[in-house]
Every structure is written in structure tokens, then in C-alpha cells.
């Protein structure tokens, strides 16, 4: 259950900049395979699918296009989300200690820094990825 969670956590950290910035929509999918549970409210959407642990993904559409400082909160949203979750498990386990809450804090550590490293696989980029194209699209491109 802790890898879920912490996806479900990472893809909020996605979510509530996108809904900040005025999404028309933000959808979010736990999962992969059949849905097996939905919940939308508002202009959010969340998705369950049946293999729950296999990955998640987020989504902010609106019909004008985000801004570069926008997409950059937007993709910093889940690592951050995920920083600050780690820290208070590890107040937490420092205190009660438990496998848990350890296996938690180093989940969660795990996606925070590991998205924020810059790749791209078959289109797909990391959130660092996106982030950088943005820092480098909107100061370093200025430099040539």
C-alpha cells in the first residue's frame, strides 16, 4: 500500500498547482488497467484502476495554454509533495520508529529525487525534464 499512496500523493503535489493556475480540468489516474472506482467533483477527476500499484499519472488541462512559470509549479508539485511527505515520516519514525513508516519515508524520498532528474523515454519526460525544458527555454535559449 505504501507504493499507491505515495503515487496518489505524488500526483496531488501535480493536481493542486494545476487547479491553482485555473485548470479547466485535472484529472488524475491511479493505475493501470480497467477502472474499478472513480470520484469527480468540480473540475477534478480521479480514476482507480485495477492494478492500482503499477504507476499513476496526472493530468491539467485548459483551454489556454499554461505559462512556462505555471508548467514549472505544476511539475515541481509531485516531488515536492513528496519531499515534504518523507520529512514528516521522518519525524515520524524517528520518534516511533516501525518497518512502515521507515519503508514510507524512503518511498516517498525515492520519488521526490528521482523525478526530479531530467530524462525522457519514448516522449515521455520525468518532471526535472520538464521542468528543465522550461528553465532552459526561457533563460539559457536567451544566452545563444
Do not use: C
Not at 514549472?72 to 508539485?77: E, F, K, Q
Amino acid at each position: 500500500m505504501v507504493a499507491p499512496l505515495s503515487l496518489f500523493i505524488h500526483e496531488l503535489g501535480h493536481l493542486f498547482p494545476g487547479l491553482y493556475f485555473r485548470a479547466d480540468q485535472s484529472v488524475l489516474h491511479l493505475g493501470r488497467g480497467k477502472v474499478i472506482g472513480q470520484w469527480e467533483k468540480n473540475r477534478i477527476k480521479v480514476y482507480i484502476h485495477l492494478f492500482f500499484f503499477q504507476g499513476a499519472y496526472s493530468v491539467n488541462e485548459r483551454k489556454t495554454p499554461f505559462k512556462d512559470s505555471e508548467k514549472a509549479w505544476i511539475s515541481m508539485g509531485g516531488p515536492l509533495f513528496n519531499a515534504i511527505t518523507a520529512f514528516v515520516l521522518f519525524l515520524w519514525f524517528k520518534e516511533e520508529g516501525g518497518a512502515l513508516l521507515r519503508i514510507s519515508f524512503l518511498f516517498n524520498t525515492y520519488l521526490a529525487l528521482m523525478n526530479l532528474i531530467p530524462f525522457s523515454v519514448k516522449g515521455k519526460g520525468s518532471d526535472g525534464y520538464r521542468l528543465w525544458s522550461v528553465v532552459k527555454r526561457r533563460f539559457l535559449d536567451r544566452l545563444e
